[in-house]
């Protein structure tokens, strides 16, 4: 399996401040077909995910561009410009090159 | 718009078989590309895939549970079901199923369904 790790697993930060959050995997998640699938998933508290960033750096429909991804290979960033109060929650980053598997996800909370 | 709605047991016995339920609407199976997989969360912990199965009934498996589970579809009744063998209190969690379209995975989730597995 490939081994998603991510940093920090806790992250405070001030309203209005940015936030990233690191993703690593295991093995290279660059597919044959070319493109890179890596993906970002926020779960607030009492809900299911819900898929904010495909293939690196490829916003969904609907997700604010505070939120942005990058990275390629191994190492990859989700970046939120500046917290808001709706962005508490767990983050999880996702490769699908692999079969697929997710990070440990990392709790984002107001400090 | 995509809506899916899992169903099933809230309670399974150990070694017992669980089945669960995908009833989803909003596109159909039947369309090219288009896939449902199942992913489930124990308490407090993160996500795990399951299985995965497509339009042309391709079906993929997490490799370390593969000898457990089955995914098949009914694309007339808009149903995609998942079965597990051998419960164990270990597998207690939410299950959810997701959306997916050719390589865009898990765009679209459920509300997810909690089973408890316990004598």
């Known amino acids: 399996d490939v081994v998603m790790t991510q940093s920090p697993l806790s992250l405070p930060v001030t309203l209005g401040q940015p936030a990233s959050i690191s993703c690593r995997s295991s093995?290279?998640?660059?597919?044959?077909?070319?493109?890179?699938?890596l993906s970002w998933f926020q779960q607030r508290p009492g809900q299911s995910p819900r898929r904010l960033i495909y293939?690196?750096?490829n916003r969904d429909s609907g997700v604010p561009d505070r939120f942005s991804g990058s990275g390629s290979g191994t190492d990859f960033t989700l970046k939120i410009s500046r917290v808001e109060a709706e962005d508490v929650g767990v983050y999880y980053c996702m490769q699908s090159t692999h079969f697929i598997t997710f990070g440990q996800g990392t709790r984002l909370e107001i400090k | 718009q995509i809506t899916l709605r899992e169903s099933g047991p809230t309670l399974v016995k150990p070694t017992q078989t669980l089945t669960l339920t995908c009833t989803f609407s909003g596109f159909s199976l039947s369309a090219r590309g288009v896939g449902v997989g199942w992913v489930r969360q124990p308490p407090g912990k993160s996500l795990e895939c399951l299985a995965l199965i497509y339009w042309d009934d391709d079906r993929r498996y997490s490799p370390s549970l593969e000898n457990r589970l089955s995914i098949t579809k009914d694309t007339s009744k808009n149903q995609v079901v998942l079965t597990m063998t051998n419960m164990d209190p270990v597998d207690t969690a939410t299950y959810f199923c997701a959306h997916s379209y050719y390589s865009s995975l898990l765009d679209v989730w459920g509300q997810g369904t909690t089973v408890t597995v316990s004598s």
């Open positions: 293939k690196v750096s």
């Open positions: 093995q290279s998640l660059l597919f044959s077909d070319g493109s890179t699938y």
